[in-house]
């Protein structure tokens, strides 16, 4: 895919969806206010259109995943869980398959990704905000995996909420399956901040912005992946893959551009 096959909104043909990158910040948005944002096989393959395109887009270097309406999203479309139980086992493994892929792309994207979340994350919702590298709200928003309450699992999301907030906070919620507030979401740590709504659109910018002229791009790239990787690893290997990636960054054209431009104490904007 070229940067010049899908720089358009038009160009991406999408209903649920709307993709715009404005200096080097990308903007993936929710556009189903009718239905509160809610998930079904459409707006998951629109949005995996959306990320893929926003990975290799040249001009993007930060990605914005917000929503239009009240609500963020309030996880998977009622109606459409109602068309899957007259699926057979095979068709639902390839549909929640379809939502594990969504899920892994954002937490691998190449490109880091801030959630502005302005209104509720319920059930899928949640894992949006969850997969995304930084999430920013707003005091009156709840958060929560509300799966067990209608007899269905929060199977994908489990995966990387252990990861991001540990085993027992991520009880608490998929258990339970009660909302809880911004506040507490930040303080366990599914959310990086709560700004008062006025604010939201600012702050998650001003973000996006500095990660945008400080940061070298492909740095961030790497330490994501890594980050995501070594987890997984046995302790000794994953010290080892962390040299490996240590000593590679270090014959890089950016790392070599920094150096100097620190040992030349001179302003670097990448």
């Known amino acids: 895919?070229?940067?010049?096959?899908m720089t358009t909104t038009e160009?991406?043909?999408?209903?649920?969806?709307?993709?715009?990158c404005t200096d080097?910040?990308?903007y993936i948005t929710l556009n189903r206010p009718e239905k509160r944002n809610a998930l079904n096989d459409e707006v998951v393959t629109e949005l995996k259109k959306a990320f893929d395109h926003a990975e290799f887009d040249e001009n993007c270097k930060v990605v914005i995943l917000k929503a239009v309406g009240p609500v963020f999203c309030a996880g998977a479309d009622l109606e459409y869980l109602q068309k899957l139980q007259h699926n057979t086992f095979q068709e639902n493994l390839e549909d929640s398959t379809h939502l594990m892929q969504l899920f892994y792309q954002i937490y691998t994207l190449k490109k880091v990704v801030i959630a502005q979340v302005h209104g509720h994350a319920i059930a899928g919702g949640c894992g949006l905000a969850t997969v995304c590298d930084f999430s920013f709200t707003v005091p009156s928003a709840k958060f929560g995996y509300t799966e067990v309450k209608i007899g269905f699992l929060p199977a994908i999301v489990k995966v990387f909420l252990l990861r991001k907030i540990g085993e027992a906070r991520a009880k608490e919620l998929l258990l339970t399956g009660d909302l809880i507030s911004a506040e507490r979401a930040k303080t366990i740590g599914l959310i990086n901040e709560v700004v008062p709504e006025e604010e939201l659109s600012?702050?998650?910018?001003?973000l996006a912005q500095r990660l945008c002229v400080q940061n070298s791009g492909q740095s961030m790239e790497v330490t994501k992946e890594m980050i995501a990787r070594v987890q997984q690893l046995p302790l000794k290997d994953a010290l080892e893959y962390a040299a490996e990636r240590n000593a590679l960054a270090r014959s890089t054209e950016d790392c070599q551009r920094g150096i100097q431009s620190f040992l030349d104490k001179e302003p670097l904007t990448w």
């Open 24 to 26: 080097r910040v990308a």
């Open 202 to 206: 600012e702050r998650v910018l001003e």
């Open 1 to 5: 895919m070229t940067d010049d096959t």
């Open 11 to 20: 160009t991406l043909a999408l209903r649920y969806i709307s993709y715009e």
